[in-house]
């Protein structure tokens, strides 16, 4: 099995800088896409930015300009720079992975994490 852990969230004021970051553990043979998503009480959850194995990148108009992501494929994992944050930024932040694991890969799973809390106060 295979799974992603987030860490890094937490209490900020509105203007302030956080980084999350997203590992993904187990017998991984390698991590295709991964993303950024987001929920707050009481909405769906979106999108906030992905990239590619390869390194490209989208973001959500919301966060463009604020928030950077980055990865590292040889430790499975990927970041984001939030800077300047805006009271609506406050939501859980979760991590998702397609992750190709087991014997060369034959497995496929589409992971999620279990989301970290990030609160902007005004």
């Known amino acids: 099995q295979v799974q992603v852990v987030e860490s890094g969230g937490g209490l900020v004021q509105s203007g302030g800088s956080l980084r999350l970051s997203c590992a993904a553990f187990?017998?991984?043979?390698?991590?295709?896409?991964m993303g950024w998503y987001r929920q707050a009480s009481g909405k769906q959850r979106e999108l906030v930015a992905t990239?590619?194995?390869?390194?490209?990148?989208t973001y959500a108009d919301s966060v463009k300009g604020r928030f950077t992501t980055s990865r590292d494929n040889a430790k499975h994992s990927m970041y984001l720079q939030m800077d300047s944050l805006k009271p609506e930024d406050t939501a859980t932040y979760y991590c998702?992975?397609?992750?190709?694991?087991?014997?060369?890969?034959?497995?496929?799973?589409?992971?999620w994490g279990q989301g970290t809390p990030v609160i902007v106060s005004s």
């Open positions: 187990g017998n991984i043979f390698r991590v295709n896409n």
């Open positions: 990239i590619t194995a390869g390194g490209s990148i």
């Open positions: 998702n992975a397609e992750i190709y694991w087991g014997t060369l890969g034959s497995k496929y799973s589409e992971v």
